[in-house]
């Protein structure tokens, strides 16, 4: 088992197996504490570190499903991101073409040689577009984490 996406597949399904289990253990806590509750309350020591047990047991079982929840969060975050990604990608691409298309239509019907300051100021504006929008997408996508230096030099 040394595909990766073997192992991801036997790793969710033993974390599912777990996940089964411990909500077995919660209910049958749930269900043990509300028995108890209505008993006559007449528990000695081992009553108390088997509740001990039973707690530590809910609480694995909680610690479990929370880290189980995480991880199907950075699952559906990655998968977001992916595609995202992939319509930015092809949004620019098309953008680009659109644009220069219609750059060669206007040159094209006024018959003119565009002077070398229109060339650069058309290049220089398409390189920035693409520059700024993939920027921004990626900021977007993948945050920076922790103290910006901007704010630490404002503060000062």
Avoid at 43 to 59: C, H, I, K, P, Y
Avoid at 65 to 77: G, H, M, S, V
Avoid at 82 to 106: C, D, E, H, P
């Amino acid at each position: 088992m040394t595909d990766p996406r073997q192992i991801a597949k036997h790793t969710a399904s033993e974390l599912r197996r777990k996940l089964a289990l411990a909500s077995e253990l919660e209910s049958s806590q749930i269900a043990a504490t509300l028995t108890a509750g209505n008993g006559s309350g007449s528990g000695g020591a081992a009553d108390g570190s088997e509740n001990e047990q039973d707690t530590e047991t809910a609480l694995a079982a909680v610690s479990l499903r929370i880290r189980f929840l995480k991880a199907e969060n950075r699952k559906q975050d990655m998968e977001l991101r992916k595609r995202l990604a992939t319509w930015a990608i092809a949004f620019v691409g098309m953008q680009l073409l659109v644009s220069n298309w219609f750059f060669y239509i206007f040159i094209d019907n006024n018959k003119v040689a565009p002077s070398s300051e229109v060339m650069i100021a058309w290049l220089s504006a398409s390189v920035i577009e693409v520059i700024g929008i993939l920027l921004v997408i990626a900021r977007s996508l993948f945050p920076v984490k922790g103290p910006r230096p901007e704010k630490e030099s404002a503060q000062l």
